[in-house]
């Protein structure tokens, strides 16, 4: 599984950006959602979707502004960014994810992320 981030960029506060990552391999059938990680801190969970794109997730400091999609025929997972704040900069990664079951149990899984890309919202 081989995942491209794309789409980040300097930005104004109040601004909008739209991340995409395009993927490859067998993860049409993964969840996929982004981290970030801003200079000096832990990377952070924003948001995440069911590999059928019928749950989504988001952190609570990005609810009502940021949006997530996926599109399994172009293999793209998206992050529609909006009302961004200067807290909002650092490095975002996408990932997808693979649980593995045996039966209704999951026994361990494999993540995969992306290279990053950088988001920078100004003051």
């Known amino acids: 599984v081989q995942l491209q981030a794309s789409g980040g960029g300097l930005v104004q506060a109040g601004g909008s950006l739209r991340l995409s990552c395009r993927y490859s391999?067998?993860?049409?059938?993964?969840?996929k959602g982004w981290f970030r990680q801003a200079p000096g801190k832990e990377r952070e969970f924003v948001a995440a979707?069911?590999?059928?794109?019928?749950?989504?997730h988001y952190a609570d400091s990005v609810k009502g502004r940021f949006t997530i999609s996926r599109d399994n025929v172009k293999n793209t997972v998206s992050l529609q960014m909006s009302s961004l704040k200067p807290d909002d900069t650092g490095v975002y990664y996408c990932?997808?994810?693979?649980?593995?079951?045996?039966?209704?149990?999951?026994?361990?899984?494999?993540?995969?992320w992306g290279q990053g890309t950088q988001v920078t919202v100004s003051s």
């Open positions: 979707v069911s590999w059928s794109g019928q749950t989504v």
């Open positions: 990932y997808a994810l693979h649980v593995k079951y045996d039966g209704h149990v999951g026994v361990g899984a494999d993540n995969y």
């Open positions: 391999g067998p993860a049409s059938k993964y969840a």
